[in-house]
Every structure is written in structure tokens, then in C-alpha cells.
């Protein structure tokens, strides 16, 4: 009998699995699919010759997790690569908001939009010097963050106090309006908001716009050598290697519970796996609480808030092989992983509020990536192995656009979600379609199949908006990994901090079980060696 049982081999929950075993627990981590990873994954099923990620592609909050970090998957072989730039927005004048690998030439570009723009660049990324550090810390530790809070609160008031917090509180296009004269760190900052579900003037928006935008600045958008696999391939021998157990195709169909307390898993094929001390779920919160817990066992005020859980945007994604780059319109775009696509703030306005009342965008906000650009292993040289993806409603009332698209996501659907994706490329980078050797459609449901975390192929496992974050996040009064079930934890981007490849969760599940042990000094220890 394990110590505990891990349900899901996602990036959480092979995380909580390593630390787990680092306090010389016994772990068995049970997935579904046939192949760990969760939204970690790639595969050459594009074409032979070029590796195409899943899911997830580009990884800031990887390369500043502390968490990470601890784990030093560098000794697993883990390597990263970056792209010449980081991040690009064209516009459709030629003219190109770029974010650098060095700040001094981020504000180099940004000055040629408005000359004062570059120390308005150069400002924040000497706030983000300050506090990031802390900040991050802050992030990835259970809510309410104790130690890193108070440092977190000694830098803020050093680098302006509330004047600070009122900044990471504004809306994105709010921010960007007060900070930027120009164009160009309006771009960076609001596109970089919707990586997530937050629309150009959502409260809170700005924070995270300049949050990745900072992250971007300091640690780059940085890619596994060889793909998405690789992230995961060493989360995985490091767990073998200290012992843990691995087990794919296994799908959990319930939580064994014995007088309200979690006691181990059934599986579909009727295998029961006993935990001796912690179950740790890396699933969604419905999933674990409705599905493999039930409403039966959980109390009524926690069921009420499940009906008022909310999904983040769901996702349509196109991969390609190209059989050469990318000809944009914009030069600076050419050196970029990863490329934003979009008619300005108004554009992005625009495509948001379409999400919003329920409509397929029309013109669709397109977040583009260059794996070959940024790791030249991805194809043969001269090609570049690339894909998109755009959010869309998790409920679509109906299509902007003229295609009459429902959600019912048939190949017709499909084939015409994918064309309007490549439109909106073709508007930047003339001929684009001319070189697509082959593609993919990733449709909302077919990334839901894939990874069942994900509905819709919401990427964040719940919306990133202020009411379900920190002491909202799953539901109100959460925060922490614990459930109201005892050994029982939630291990995955459903619980604070969310979203993102950074093992948070998962940590924080792994340090919640131990402690109930009395093993947190033990792990602490672990984690040092």
C-alpha cells in the first residue's frame, strides 16, 4: 500500500508526487491517458519530420518557479532554448511592438513609437527588479502567503506603496494609456493579459499583462529542447529514479472514503488503490468533488458554490508544418516565438467583448507560435514547426463571423474555425497559406478528449479573473490545497495560484499532506539536498 495515490501525471501532480517522494514517502500516480503530461506533452503527428507541442509551448512561469527550480530537473537532462526575441506584435502598417531578450533593446524598439516610452519601459522593469522575486514567492505559496507576503509588502511600500497596487490593479488598457504614449507597451501589455481570460478592461488585467510582460523581460519565453515531452520526460525519471510508480491508462472513477476521510481510489477497471496516508488530485474541481467524491459527501454550501464555478475561454488550436518561415509584413516579428495577432487594443477590445456576449470572434485574436524559431531541433532547417490558437466562448450563442459556427465542432465547423484562424495569419504575413505542408485542428472538445482537465480547452482550469482567485480559488474560503475531506487534496491549477506550468499547486498539495503528517521539516530538509 502507497503512502499516497496521485490522481492525474500532469505537471501538479508529478510535482507533488516528487515531493512526496522526497520525504521518503511511497507514491503511486494513477493517469488516464496512456501517456503522462497532462497539458505537457508533444508529438511528431503533423508531420514525421517536425515536433509539434499539444498543449502548452512557451514556459516564463517554469523558468521563474521556485518550485522548479528545487527539483533541478537540469540533472534529468532538461534543457532550454529561447527565440532570438520574445514576444512580437505586428501591426498592420509594418510597424512592430517587440519585446527583447535585453531590456535596453525592448526599449530601444519601444522608443520608435514614442521616445519616452523606453524609460517608461525601463521604470517598470527596474519595479519588477525590485519586487518580482518576492512577488513570485508570493504567488506560488498557499494563500494566505505568510513570509513572502511581509517581504513582498516591505518592497512594495519601497517602490511606491499604493500607488503600486492601484498600477496592478487597473485595467490593461487603463495601465497601458497612463504608462505608454505610444502603441507599442499598450500591445505588450494588454496581449500579454490574454494569454488568460482577461479582457482588455476587466479589473486586475493590468497586473497580469504586466506581469508576463515582466516575466518575458527577465526570464524570457523559453521552450524544453526538443519539445514540451522533455519537461515532462524529466519530471518523470526524476520521480522513477527516487522510487516513485508511474501508472498510465489507469482512469480514477472514485475517491474511497471511510467515516469522511480519503483512504484511497477505485479505478474503471475495478482495481482499488488503498493510500495509507493522502489521496492528491491533480483534476478539475468539478471533476474531483462531483465525480469522484459526490455531492453526497461534501457540504451543502460548498455544492452551492460549485454551481457558480466558472471555466476560463475555451480553446480552438491549429498546428502546421511549414515548409519555410514565417513571411511577415513586420521584420520584427520574424525573430519572435511567439507572435501576437490582433488590430491593436481596439482589436483585442473588440474580440473580447464578442467572447463575452457569447459570439465566435469574427476576426479572431491569434496567439502564434515559432517552435523552430525558438528551437531550431523542431524541424529541418529553413522550415518552422508552428501553431495558433485564439479563445472562444465556453457557450457559443451564435458566430460574428459568417460561417455559422455552434460548438457542435464537426469537421465542416472545424475546417472552417481553422480557415479564419489562417486568415488573420494571411493579414499579417501575405503567402503564410502557401506554405502549410500539412495541419492539425486541436477543436475545444478534441483538447478536452486529450486531457480531460481542460474543458473546452480551458488552459487555465478556471477563470483568471479576481473573483476566483487567491481566497476564491476554487470557491470562496479556499486558497489551500485542503478539501473538506481529510487526506484529501486538490493538486491542481483549479487551486491558488492557477493557471501555468510552475508546479505550485501540485507543491503546495505535496506540503499540505506532509504537514498533516508532521513531515514538513522533513521535506524542507529534502529540498535543500
Given at each position: 500500500m502507497?503512502?499516497?495515490?496521485?490522481?492525474?501525471a500532469?505537471?501538479?501532480?508529478?510535482?507533488?508526487?516528487?515531493?512526496?517522494?522526497?520525504?521518503?514517502?511511497?507514491?503511486?500516480?494513477?493517469?488516464?491517458?496512456?501517456?503522462?503530461?497532462?497539458?505537457?506533452?508533444?508529438?511528431r503527428?503533423?508531420?514525421?519530420?517536425?515536433v509539434s507541442?499539444?498543449?502548452s509551448?512557451?514556459?516564463?512561469?517554469?523558468?521563474?518557479?521556485?518550485?522548479l527550480?528545487?527539483l533541478?530537473l537540469a540533472a534529468?537532462?532538461l534543457r532550454?532554448?529561447?527565440?532570438?526575441?520574445?514576444?512580437?506584435?505586428?501591426?498592420?502598417?509594418?510597424?512592430?511592438?517587440?519585446?527583447?531578450?535585453?531590456?535596453?533593446d525592448?526599449?530601444?524598439?519601444?522608443?520608435?513609437?514614442?521616445?519616452?516610452?523606453?524609460?517608461?519601459?525601463?521604470?517598470?522593469?527596474?519595479?519588477?527588479?525590485?519586487v518580482?522575486?518576492?512577488?513570485?514567492g508570493?504567488?506560488?505559496?498557499?494563500?494566505?502567503?505568510v513570509?513572502?507576503?511581509?517581504?513582498?509588502?516591505?518592497?512594495?511600500?519601497?517602490?511606491g506603496?499604493?500607488?503600486?497596487a492601484?498600477?496592478?490593479?487597473?485595467?490593461?488598457?487603463?495601465?497601458?494609456?497612463?504608462?505608454?504614449?505610444?502603441?507599442?507597451?499598450?500591445?505588450l501589455?494588454a496581449?500579454?493579459?490574454?494569454?488568460?481570460?482577461?479582457?482588455p478592461?476587466?479589473?486586475?488585467?493590468?497586473?497580469?499583462?504586466?506581469?508576463?510582460?515582466?516575466?518575458?523581460?527577465?526570464?524570457?519565453?523559453?521552450?524544453?529542447?526538443?519539445?514540451?515531452?522533455?519537461?515532462?520526460?524529466?519530471?518523470?525519471?526524476r520521480?522513477?529514479r527516487?522510487?516513485?510508480?508511474?501508472?498510465?491508462?489507469?482512469?480514477?472513477?472514485?475517491?474511497?472514503?471511510?467515516?469522511?476521510?480519503?483512504?484511497?481510489?477505485m479505478?474503471?477497471?475495478?482495481?482499488?488503490?488503498?493510500?495509507?496516508?493522502a489521496v492528491?488530485?491533480d483534476?478539475s474541481?468539478?471533476?474531483?468533488y462531483?465525480?469522484?467524491?459526490?455531492?453526497?459527501?461534501?457540504?451543502?454550501?460548498?455544492?452551492?458554490?460549485?454551481?457558480?464555478?466558472q471555466?476560463?475561454?475555451?480553446?480552438?488550436?491549429?498546428?502546421?508544418?511549414?515548409?519555410?518561415?514565417v513571411?511577415w509584413?513586420?521584420?520584427g516579428?520574424?525573430?519572435?516565438?511567439?507572435?501576437?495577432?490582433?488590430r491593436?487594443v481596439d482589436?483585442?477590445?473588440?474580440f473580447?467583448?464578442?467572447?463575452?456576449?457569447?459570439?465566435?470572434?469574427?476576426?479572431?485574436?491569434?496567439?502564434?507560435?515559432?517552435?523552430?524559431?525558438?528551437?531550431?531541433?523542431?524541424?529541418?532547417?529553413?522550415?518552422?514547426?508552428?501553431w495558433?490558437?485564439?479563445?472562444?466562448?465556453?457557450?457559443?450563442?451564435?458566430?460574428?463571423?459568417?460561417?455559422?459556427?455552434?460548438?457542435?465542432?464537426?469537421?465542416?465547423?472545424?475546417?472552417?474555425m481553422?480557415?479564419r484562424?489562417e486568415?488573420q495569419v494571411?493579414?499579417?504575413?501575405p503567402?503564410?497559406?502557401?506554405?502549410?505542408?500539412?495541419?492539425r485542428?486541436?477543436?475545444?472538445?478534441?483538447?478536452?478528449a486529450?486531457?480531460?482537465?481542460?474543458r473546452?480547452g480551458a488552459?487555465?482550469n478556471g477563470t483568471t479573473?479576481?473573483?476566483?482567485?487567491?481566497?476564491?480559488?476554487?470557491?470562496?474560503?479556499?486558497?489551500?490545497?485542503?478539501t473538506?475531506?481529510?487526506?484529501?487534496?486538490?493538486?491542481?491549477?483549479?487551486?491558488?495560484?492557477?493557471?501555468?506550468?510552475?508546479?505550485a499547486?501540485?507543491?503546495?498539495?505535496?506540503?499540505?499532506?506532509?504537514r498533516s503528517?508532521?513531515?514538513?521539516?522533513?521535506?524542507?530538509?529534502?529540498?535543500?539536498?
Open positions: 502507497p503512502d499516497a495515490v496521485v490522481i492525474g500532469g505537471p501538479n501532480g508529478l510535482v507533488a508526487a516528487n515531493l512526496l517522494v522526497d520525504a521518503g514517502w511511497s507514491v503511486q500516480v494513477l493517469e488516464a491517458q496512456e501517456a503522462p503530461g497532462g497539458a505537457v506533452r508533444s508529438d503527428g503533423v508531420h514525421p519530420d517536425y507541442d499539444l498543449f509551448a512557451f514556459y516564463p512561469l517554469a523558468a521563474a518557479s521556485p518550485v527550480a528545487r533541478d534529468e537532462g532550454w532554448s529561447h527565440a532570438p526575441a520574445v514576444l512580437a506584435h505586428p501591426l498592420p502598417d509594418g510597424r512592430c511592438a517587440v519585446l527583447e531578450r535585453r531590456v535596453e525592448t526599449c530601444t524598439g519601444l522608443a520608435d513609437f514614442d521616445a519616452a516610452d523606453a524609460d517608461a519601459w525601463l521604470d517598470m522593469y527596474r519595479t519588477w527588479s525590485r518580482g522575486p518576492d512577488l513570485v508570493a504567488l506560488f505559496t498557499p494563500f494566505p502567503p513570509r513572502s507576503g511581509l517581504r513582498l509588502a516591505a518592497k512594495l511600500r519601497a517602490c506603496g499604493l500607488r503600486l492601484r498600477k496592478l490593479a487597473l485595467p490593461v488598457r487603463r495601465l497601458g494609456e497612463e504608462e505608454f504614449a505610444g502603441e507599442a507597451g499598450r500591445l501589455l496581449g500579454n493579459a490574454l494569454h488568460a481570460d482577461l479582457a478592461e476587466a479589473a486586475g488585467s493590468g497586473g497580469f499583462g504586466w506581469l508576463m510582460s515582466m516575466l518575458g523581460q527577465s526570464h524570457g519565453f523559453p521552450v524544453p529542447l526538443g519539445g514540451a515531452d522533455a519537461l515532462t520526460a524529466a519530471l518523470v525519471s520521480l522513477r527516487r522510487g516513485g510508480v508511474l501508472r498510465c491508462g489507469k482512469r480514477v472513477t472514485s475517491v474511497v472514503l471511510r467515516a469522511g476521510t480519503a483512504t484511497g481510489v479505478t474503471a477497471d475495478g482495481e482499488s488503490v488503498d493510500a495509507r496516508r492528491l488530485a483534476t474541481a468539478p471533476a474531483l462531483r465525480d469522484l467524491v459526490g455531492e453526497e459527501h461534501l457540504p451543502s454550501r460548498l455544492v452551492r458554490d460549485l454551481g457558480r464555478f471555466w476560463d475561454f475555451a480553446t480552438f488550436k491549429v498546428d502546421w508544418a511549414l515548409t519555410g518561415r513571411p509584413t513586420s521584420p516579428a520574424a525573430g519572435a516565438g511567439t507572435v501576437h495577432l490582433a491593436g482589436g483585442l477590445t473588440r473580447a467583448a464578442q467572447i463575452a456576449a457569447g459570439q465566435v470572434p469574427d476576426e479572431p485574436f491569434v496567439l502564434f507560435g515559432q517552435m523552430t524559431t525558438a528551437d531550431p531541433s523542431r524541424s529541418p532547417a529553413g522550415t518552422e514547426s508552428a495558433a490558437y485564439t479563445h472562444l466562448p465556453q457557450d457559443i450563442a451564435c458566430d460574428a463571423g459568417p460561417d455559422r459556427i455552434t460548438g457542435r465542432w464537426d469537421r465542416r465547423e472545424q475546417q472552417a481553422a480557415d484562424v486568415a494571411e493579414r499579417f504575413a503567402g503564410f497559406r502557401g506554405l502549410i505542408a500539412a495541419r485542428i486541436l477543436a475545444p472538445t478534441t483538447l478536452q486529450l486531457d480531460e482537465n481542460l473546452n488552459i487555465n479573473a479576481l473573483h476566483q482567485q487567491t481566497v476564491f480559488r476554487p470557491t470562496p474560503g479556499s486558497g489551500r490545497p485542503e473538506p475531506v481529510r487526506r484529501l487534496y486538490l493538486a491542481s491549477a483549479a487551486a491558488h495560484p492557477g493557471g501555468g506550468v510552475h508546479g499547486p501540485g507543491a503546495n498539495a505535496a506540503r499540505a499532506a506532509l503528517q508532521g513531515l514538513a521539516g522533513v521535506l524542507h530538509r529534502a529540498q535543500r539536498v
